[in-house]
């Protein structure tokens, strides 16, 4: 923390912030310059926290130092954090490609699905068994039939499978199912769902909220991992901002800043972001070229009957061109993707 | 749902969307314009989203015209929904100011806070048991004995007490300790929450998310309403914008906007969409003036101790000035605040 | 300028981090904290940015302290600027009312509203003459025929009168014409317009574009307070969120801040903000219980036959009734609307 | 345009609004839904804005359908439009690859770039002469001085000319010194600036604006087209979002969007969205894999002593190495990047 002192407060003023300072448990170091007093607070953390001095007389700003993450900080553990999932390990050099129909509908949907995206080179399933939808009126999922059909298929294409879990509830039965449990936007501080993924028995996927800054998302990853489950995995699907072509505004400069100050893996998702099919492999190839580590999209046999998502999802056949494009950009961000043998 | 056809397209093109639409179970309505064509869709909400017609050839846009929202709509209910908290009718002439800390932190605390807040006008004392915080290293409130202060509190002074639930299990004690339940800005769209709010016997105030579009807020409303529960108060508490001198930024503008097609009440919270202190008092000066049906404020007799937003904190004699001013604005308005007898 | 070391960095980093600071003309202040070393860094403004020593082996990150105004700072001049125009002091006690419409149409037009507004109590005309519209094929004013209407009204009515320049040309022929010469919030940082403001013989009314930080918005009116023209109003006219019921969000909570930093004075537009009639009335009241110096409000006589804005502009009836809730509101402010006699 | 009418409006009011429209000269289509009528309005532009309907009884809400941009849009011209400079088209598959200092400082370092760029591969030379700077305190470019070593530059390595007009006075120098006339995004929407572009012998590189939506920056480069220049191109370069991490918020979704509803070429501008030399590499990456038709990026031979811009350019290696990596992309988007001969 830096105090930034008026240009006209004297060394009473000064003074005065200082012993504040040193009263909550701190230490304070009067920096003078050429026109102010700034003084700057190390020290433990005490149990008040040091902004509390800003009514003081002469204080006109208070400008935060510590970053208070600490587990997801790559100064904590500087080698990456490798998230392993079936055969790939998540934040690895290979791709993670993580693919499948928004909602779960039928077993038919999704075999056909499974099968086609793996077949493309996909490694991991993706399908909505629990759906937080805006509307109360609107489809909201097959709920346990929805992870019934899910086990299914994992079982008949070895595909390991993400779903979202919404609620304590839903928690317990999805820990059982899937092999990645998927935190939405929407629960992104939704603080008692992240503890209990954090006694968690399988990895987290956790989904920026369409506001979250990169300090709250880092903080959210902190409350999985200091209840204890190491295996988090980021995952950026846009923000809000004012843009009227896309639903969402994909921020992918938060990728490469990500990647720099914590040691977790980082994923994209483009379809959610987009809201629209066409902008979908664009964004997706500049996911990876931004050095994502892997990406997560929404495809359907027949996007036009899909129950949700409709207009975001990517047939077959352009989720198979999607690959090849991917394949061919993968080898300059030093990346590949393997189809599964 | 309005289809916009581009200039080029054919009479073959609009047949053929105009079909699609038929065979979803919506009627069409072609409008020829001098350079395009459009087409209006109405009937029966069929069980797929019309929009999945947007990939066929020549359509270059969707435009949503029916408003998802039902029983929050004045369409519906065009007289206002009064919201009774104790003495008070949140929704009439008389304006709800609820003030109190933002930690319950002890019983002495509580009182003192309480009786200065009721003594200066406030009908509705707020205090926080379960704290939704973004580091997990910092104060989670103190749970059921936050609760049992509050209850204390209310015995000892009348005053009716609103504090938030942040997942089931604390739903159920809030609804037990409280005479309305918050659902933080953080949990606007967590739907398993929201539908246990509509089972409740307490009413509730439902906070804006930061990123939440009037038509998110509504639709959480929606959920509420659909459950059961058809006292619900609504609060605006800042958006996130770019904005680097409040915390959020606070939007009035849709205070008049909700009270014009929602028949809910109306709330403004200028202390969290602030951040701080210097903001407060001239953004509850505007709330009022913009016809909110009251406000709600962090009230602490000593700010720089509080555990918890110290820096957003009236002290007792700010917040009973801010009380002499909203005295004189609310006549101007049509409003009164009646200090309690 | 704050600069943070890694927690890993050694005394060598920090070394070379406090020789390089030397080096380019500054005093480099290293603080020890528990877990990393933060070096302040004071003196004279170099030539070159430290925030060039950003890429030193070691430095997580800058963090800026010094605030770069100097004229507008109320650090510098603690008292009120006070622009005076016509009988008015704006930033005085008195609420500076300017309403008009937003294009000058024709004399009569002019002339009815300026009669109208007076009555009301308006103290400044307002209208377009030289109009910055987002399409080339919209009505782009009326040019120098439109000043020479605002002439004439200001003669026949003694209203004082604001109007915009977009340009050099422009602004010479406004300069001739009006009381208050206005930069438009697209022209925010037109640098080369500020700095001819900066020449002007009148004072010039600055509003804050729509993207335009509180710093951006300071920092253009030093432009032109450094170019020798003293004589700046501040306006605010709303950014550009997420909102999809107001044109912009209009953000009343830099109105407290900007009276805080800066001496000179600040209205608020909210016609341009909301972009709709329904909205204008209850924006403009929070606006003067904000701590707005004034307001900026379209009016025309015959809304629906407005060549530009048609849908914020008040009609006179609706101006009038406006007014009689601002009496009502600006003592509560300690502020007086008179009627000129 | 579409009007939405209440749900409890009755046929009069229908009627009414139907007779409105027609009197402004347009044509009144009612659709009859199950709930509500919808009103499509088509015909010739009147002189008056449909939207003045909005204020008579039973409507709610207006909702635009046609789209302003006429001689930028797709639909008017399908095939791209190839903007010829020095030995480049850009638009068509070689990528426009412009590269240089932030600002002109000496003909040395000016000339030291230009010869590093040009044999990593780029094909255009930028460099600020007349730098629009928030401050008025700091260094404002070299001016004509700045010209004229650009044009030395040119002449010695033969590389093409991209610098910043910023007003009528500098555009008349830039546009003989200069191969491509840059309007800056603070400049965006200067009509005057636009309509001098419109009549200008050079192209016109076109910054978005940070707060630009689509459809101004289309509109924006219609009064160019509209003017009479039909060589613009654009470039996107970061819109105002909550980002804290980089300056402003890379919008890569625009990218194609914009392909799909313009045929001018779409650049992109990674350097000042990032305002951090980290972020630079991956979002050229990005947006080079997400279609866009080249990149602008800030290189300069010792950034640290750069005078404008330090922290986001690149050194000399760091550009090298940033051309091998988008030669190792091109190909998966189908584009060349050819070092010039």
Redesign the interface.
């Known amino acids: 923390m ?1 105090i ?1 002192m ?3 407060a004297g060394p009473d003023d000064v003074r005065r912030v200082c012993d ?1 300072v040193r009263e909550l448990g701190y230490e304070a ?1 009067p ?6 007093v ?1 003084i ?1 607070i ?3 953390q005490g ?3 040091p ?5 003081l007389p002469g204080v006109i700003e ?2 935060p ?2 970053r ?1 993450y ?1 587990l997801t900080s790559r ?1 904590m553990q500087p080698e990456d954090t490798l998230v392993r999932v079936g055969q790939l390990e998540i934040g690895g050099p290979q791709l993670a490609v993580i693919a499948g129909p928004c909602s779960v509908e039928t077993l038919g949907q999704t075999l056909e699905t499974a099968r086609a995206v793996a077949a493309a080179g996909a490694g991991i399933l993706r399908g909505g068994a629990f759906k ?6 609107t ?1 909201q999922g097959l709920g346990a039939e929805g992870l019934e059909i899910l086990r299914r298929a994992r079982e008949l294409t070895g595909l390991p499978v993400v779903t979202e879990a ?5 928690f317990d039965l999805v820990e059982r199912a899937a092999d990645v449990i998927q935190i939405g936007a ?2 992104m ?5 992240l503890r209990r993924a954090g006694r968690a028995s399988k990895p987290i996927l956790l989904k920026r ?3 979250g ?4 998302l880092l ?1 959210a990853a ?2 999985i991992l ?2 204890g489950n190491r295996d988090v995995i980021l995952c950026e699907r846009g ?8 639903r969402y ?9 990500l990647k ?1 100050i914590t040691h977790l893996p980082v994923l994209v998702d483009p379809s959610h ?2 809201g ?4 979908v492999a ?2 997706a ?7 994502a580590d892997g990406i997560m999209v929404e495809v359907h046999p027949t ?5 949700s998502d ?2 975001q999802s990517l047939d077959l056949p352009a989720f198979a061109a999607l690959m090849d ?1 991917l394949r ?2 993968a ?3 030093r990346r590949v993707i393997e189809v599964r043998a």
């Open positions: 830096l930034v008026a240009s006209d504040a170091h920096i003078p310059g050429r026109t102010r700034a700057g190390t020290g433990n149990p008040i926290d902004a509390s001095v800003a009514a208070l400008i130092v510590t208070p600490k100064e937080p939808r805006t509307s109360p009126y489809f919404v609620d304590g509830e839903s929407r629960n501080q939704n603080y008692s769902l909220s369409v506001s800054t990169l300090l709250e903080m902190e409350y200091a209840a923000i809000r901002a004012f843009s009227d072509y896309s505004t994909l921020d992918l400069s938060i990728v490469p800043e720099r972001a987009a629209r099919r066409e902008l664009p964004l190839r500049a996911a990876v070229a931004a050095g996007p036009r009957a899909a129950l409709a207009a494009e061919a950009i080898p300059a961000v």
